[in-house]
């Protein structure tokens, strides 16, 4: 059974820092590129980051670009967020996502899923 469980969301004021991880079970981790996602209330679930499966590039939205940073442990069956200088635009719960061998910032062609984990920046 695959299991993606996000973790390290929380309420946090603007300006500060939060790091999500969400680790990975029933898969072969390092077969998976690995996306996050984030989806605010009343509105539809957008690409936030992805990163191949070696790790050896990343990609992120223009909104995060310079402030987030995606990141993996295949050792560990982890991925990584870490988010920076977080805006009140950045509240949404955060979604990361498995896709098979080829990353994508289309949410339809990740596989699975993990449950999510709210992360609230207050002004």
């Known amino acids: 059974q695959v299991q993606l469980a996000e973790s390290g969301g929380g309420l946090v004021q603007a300006g500060d820092s939060l790091r999500l991880s969400c680790a990975a079970a029933?898969?072969?981790?390092?077969?998976?590129?690995m996306g996050w996602f984030r989806q605010a209330p009343g509105k539809e679930r957008e690409f936030v980051a992805a990163i191949p499966r070696s790790g050896s590039s990343t990609y992120y939205a223009d909104s995060v670009k310079g402030r987030f940073t995606i990141s993996r442990d295949n050792a560990k069956n982890t991925v990584y967020l870490q988010m920076n200088s977080l805006k009140p635009e950045d509240t949404a719960v955060y979604y990361c996502?498995?896709?098979?061998?080829?990353?994508?910032?289309?949410?339809?062609?990740?596989?699975?899923w993990g449950q999510g984990t709210q992360v609230t920046v207050s002004s």
């Open positions: 996502a498995a896709r098979w061998l080829q990353y994508s910032i289309n949410d339809v062609q990740y596989r699975y």
């Open positions: 029933g898969i072969t981790f390092s077969n998976f590129a």
